[in-house]
């Protein structure tokens, strides 16, 4: 169940929302000032915030502006009767991701309230270790690590050159896809014609020794007048 919190001191436009809201299946927070509502925004999660501009203790800009300060991804909509363009200006350079003008149709706040969602899904900050996990790549006991620049074969460390690590890269992007000379020195120096040099073979063999040496499992294949693999032994 998605959480919003309305921060509103008109009682009746709070009962007419959170009523209308709850059949909506969202689970409504009210606070009935600007300070509450900061309060609430900050010591809690929610999927959206409601803001009325025109709040006691603190007005919705403020509470906005504080809010940003601390959480950059919650969508944040005003709800205002002062309809001029400067205030909605204000509200928007203040960190709302929309507005709504007073009186308006329930069915547009549900509207806006389900589009803001729906786009700030993503945007949330993702963990350090989930941003690892996603760049990393593993071949049997072998892993590369594209977050930390880290390269390890049965737990052991291995050192590689900044072109070496590209070809390794490369290798683990597309393993057990053959991959020609030219797919490779496209990939890995960038570009697309033939250098007239054996740089491909002279770096894979670079390669290899750094990781296939220690190992009994050979993993870097030649396909004779095709190219190169990373993949099992058959």
């Not at 010591?43 to 906005?64: A, H, K, Q, R, S």
């Amino acid at each position: 169940m998605k959480k919003i919190l309305l921060v509103e001191d008109e009682a009746h436009v709070v009962s007419f929302i959170k009523k209308g809201l709850s059949e909506e299946g969202f689970e409504v927070s009210v606070a009935f000032d600007g300070k509450t509502g900061l309060q609430l925004a900050l010591e809690n999660t929610f999927d959206l915030i409601i803001l009325d501009i025109m709040l006691p203790e603190m007005n919705g800009l403020e509470v906005c502006k504080a809010i940003r300060v601390e959480n950059q991804f919650v969508p944040i909509l005003f709800l205002t009767a002062l309809g001029t363009s400067e205030n909605i200006v204000l509200g928007l350079e203040n960190g709302a991701d929309d507005y709504l003008v007073k009186p308006f149709k329930f069915i547009e706040l549900v509207a806006r309230i389900k589009t803001l969602i729906r786009r700030s899904k993503g945007k949330e900050p993702k963990s350090e270790n989930k941003i690892e996990e996603e760049h990393t790549y593993i071949f049997g006991d072998l892993k590369l690590n594209d977050y930390t620049k880290t390269v390890t074969r049965a737990n052991e460390e291995i050192s590689l050159t900044t072109t070496e690590y590209k070809l390794l890269l490369n290798f683990m992007k597309n393993k057990n896809k053959v991959l020609s000379r030219m797919d490779i020195l496209e990939a890995v120096w960038g570009v697309d014609y033939d250098l007239g040099t054996n740089v491909v073979d002279v770096y894979v063999n670079y390669l290899r020794k750094k990781i296939d040496t220690k190992s009994d499992e050979k993993i870097i294949h030649t396909i004779i007048g095709m190219g190169y693999v990373l993949r099992e032994n058959e």
